[in-house]
């Protein structure tokens, strides 16, 4: 054989082992903000900045137009002094669960992006089961296609200033598993309703992600699904919290995971008895805190403290994270009552 002929072996095997170590320690995609809300640039200080946390603002039924309450919050987020960075949302944006109607879904989410656009800085959302499921509560490929379509990727990150910020994509079909027969909507009420779902590909990702990012000072994550929820069976499936807390268990500066899904707000560090404070932290340190923030204008979970319509402020100094609960009063009466428990 000559000298040449051995070359290309070399090559071919050398080019196949890039790929192999690509495909293995793939990170997260690159996600991108929701269309009309703007794009991301980097702070001046890289280890101070403001971002805003809040999610679930769906209408009551799908008959209904979008409540108040998203706008409001919004419309605090573009007065605040000093300036918030960007918003992160915990899904269910739009009533959804309609592939047979591609046309209504594309209106329902026009009207989201539309309010989202007066915030003035880069919205990012974690999807949930409106936007990703049919009306039996089904995962939907024809769903996710529309997302995908109009609003952005279903799940990724992206960094800013001394942190990185990732999105999961909790709504997906469950493994095979006993299931409880009681399971509750995000308001409570009892219904067959299937729990998240994270797949294992995003897992992977997950722990890649961060393997290549624990330089950063902090690391947050958003979902729609709580893998610390306050009723039973409101949040992931046991499978995907295992998995999850196991990855989480190997870093410490995965500093929040912040979930919706519930429509209330909920600290599950304190009394679950008792409206909590959301906890500051200076990392690093372990484990993450887990928050809920499900109070952006869905029909609210009854009879718990933290019943309320709301939104999180998350103030970062360079090792510390401060988050601050603020309540939105609404005054007003609902323009929409009739209530989808879906």
Same mark, same amino acid.
């Given at each position: %054989? ?8 070399n090559l071919f ?9 690509? @495909?293995?320690?793939?990170? %997260?995609?690159?996600?991108? /903000? ?50 918030? @960075? ?12 309609? /592939?047979? +109607?591609?046309?209504?879904?594309? =209106? ?27 009306? +039996? ?8 296609? !529309?997302?995908?379509?109009?609003? @952005? ?17 909790? &709504?997906? &079909? ?19 309703? /299937? ?9 992977? !990702?997950?722990?890649?992600?961060? &393997?290549?990012?624990?330089?950063? @000072?902090?690391?947050?994550?958003? %979902?729609?699904? *709580?893998? &610390? ?21 190997? =870093?410490?500066?995965?500093? =929040? ?6 429509? %209330? =707000? ?8 008792? !409206? ?10 372990? *484990? ?28 970062v100094d360079g ?19 009739? +209530?989808?428990?879906?």
């Amino acid at each position: %054989m000559n000298r040449q002929s051995s070359i290309l072996p070399n090559l071919f095997l050398l080019l196949l082992l890039q790929l192999c170590c690509a @495909a293995t320690f793939a990170q %997260m995609p690159e996600l991108s /903000p929701l269309p009309q809300t703007g794009s991301l640039s980097q702070p001046s200080d890289p280890s101070k900045f403001i971002f805003v946390i809040a999610g679930d603002n769906r209408p009551a039924h799908s008959s209904c137009p979008q409540p108040p309450i998203p706008g409001k919050i919004f419309y605090d987020v573009h007065q605040k002094n000093p300036a918030t @960075a960007f918003v992160l949302w915990t899904g269910d944006t739009i009533s959804g669960k309609n /592939p047979k +109607n591609p046309t209504l879904i594309q =209106y329902q989410y026009k009207e989201f992006l539309r309010i989202a656009a007066t915030a003035k800085v880069p919205v990012f959302n974690a999807p949930g089961n409106h936007e990703m499921d049919d009306a +039996n509560e089904v995962p939907s490929s024809v769903m996710k296609d !529309l997302y995908r379509k109009y609003m @952005a990727g279903t799940y990724g990150a992206f960094n800013y200033g001394n942190s990185r910020f990732i999105a999961l994509d909790s &709504e997906n &079909e469950p493994p095979v598993e006993k299931l409880s027969k009681q399971l509750s909507t995000a308001e409570g009420v009892a219904k067959s309703q /299937p729990p998240g779902n994270i797949t294992q590909k995003q897992l992977k !990702l997950l722990k890649n992600d961060l &393997e290549a990012n624990q330089d950063k @000072a902090h690391v947050i994550i958003f %979902m729609h699904h *709580p893998v &610390e929820s306050y009723g039973a069976n409101s949040g992931l499936n046991a499978l995907s919290v295992k998995q999850l807390k196991k990855i989480f268990a190997g =870093y410490n500066n995965v500093s =929040y995971v912040v979930s919706g899904h519930e429509h %209330m =707000y909920f600290n599950p560090q304190g009394d679950q008895k008792k !409206l909590t404070d959301p906890p500051s932290r200076k990392d690093p340190l372990q *484990p993450p805190y887990y928050l809920i923030s499900g109070g952006g204008g869905a029909p609210l979970k009854q009879g718990t403290p933290g019943s309320f319509f709301h939104y999180l402020i998350f103030k970062v100094d360079g090792q510390e994270v401060t988050p601050t609960l603020i309540k939105v009063d609404w005054g007003g009466t609902p323009v929409c009552t009739k +209530n989808n428990s879906r």
